[in-house]
């Protein structure tokens, strides 16, 4: 039996056989390209523009000042693009104040970064009133701890800074810690706060694309894109480093779009003090 009809045209078991296999290559074709690996859906936005920001901030051009304001340049852009399709989060309202009592929360690393940090705080009318020290631990302690909420009542912050991330720059379970860095947030987002990402001594999986998501991209920095020198053990950042780093960051927390702080360059002589510090080992308390 032929399959043209009198006019040339498809019968139509056969044309609706064509449409079927049509929709069908279509739907394998979606899922095809929609697949996201080891990635939940929604780390895609911001994997994806991350692939056109991939620029390295040398310390030592930062210091010669041959690249400017590379870093806030930068950031300004990618905020322009985050604000308008991602996070447009204007619920809390925000009025600079000249002196916030701050609190820092992170990993090993913040045993470097405290203090330079509270030289800044020091400089510019803020107070660093305490730092939590947890060291070799990961966002897990901290989403599951009920030791932060506890510290937070303990030194009563204004201001909130979290630095962690440098013991996950292997983790690839990013349901989990994205399920984790969700839990954590809630211990202080009450409060105005600045999330600082890892300044990762190798490329990392993806762990600030995870973190990003839950601060908001105006709420984050993300440190791996610094070339900073390193202390002997080639994994945190030397002393130099870390000065470098909060230069880094101070000009990201005076223009930000969101919780803007003052934090000018201190002059020569102002010291780092007046901080408690909160040592904690996951290796001995993984504080759930």
């Not at 030289?119 to 009318?125: E, H, K, L, Q, T």
């Not at 080639?234 to 779009?257: E, L, Q, T």
């Amino acid at each position: 039996m032929s399959n043209f009809n009198t006019f040339g045209t498809l019968s139509k078991p056969l044309l609706i056989t064509g449409i079927i296999l049509s929709l069908s290559s279509v739907i394998s074709l979606y899922i095809l390209t929609n697949k996201s690996g080891t990635e939940p859906p929604s780390l895609m936005p911001i994997n994806n523009k991350l692939k056109s920001y991939n620029n390295t901030l040398n310390y030592k051009e930062l210091l010669s000042g041959s690249k400017g304001d590379l870093a806030l340049k930068n950031t300004t852009y990618f905020w322009k693009f985050q604000q308008s399709q991602l996070f447009n989060d204007t619920s809390i309202t925000f009025k600079d104040s000249a002196q916030h009592r701050i609190l820092l929360l992170g990993d090993s690393e913040v045993g470097g970064f405290k203090y330079p940090l509270s030289r800044y705080c020091n400089a510019n009318g803020h107070k660093l009133v305490g730092v939590v020290e947890w060291n070799s631990s990961t966002i897990l302690n901290f989403a599951y701890a009920d030791t932060i909420e506890a510290l937070i009542l303990k030194f009563k912050p204004t201001y909130i800074f979290v630095l962690l991330g440098l013991n996950e720059v292997y983790a690839k379970d990013f349901s989990n810690r994205l399920k984790a860095s969700y839990n954590f947030k809630k211990k202080f987002e009450h409060l105005p706060f600045a999330w600082i990402g890892p300044a990762s001594w190798i490329p990392e999986q993806g762990i600030s694309n995870v973190f990003a998501n839950v601060a908001g991209i105006e709420n984050f920095y993300f440190s791996n894109r610094l070339v900073l020198p390193r202390a002997s053990d080639n994994r945190h950042p030397s002393v130099r480093g870390y000065d470098v780093w909060m230069d880094s960051v101070a000009i990201w927390m005076k223009n930000r779009p969101k919780w803007a702080l003052q934090f000018n360059t201190p002059p020569n002589g102002v010291s780092s003090s007046g901080f408690n510090t909160v040592f904690l080992n996951a290796a001995k308390y993984r504080g759930y």
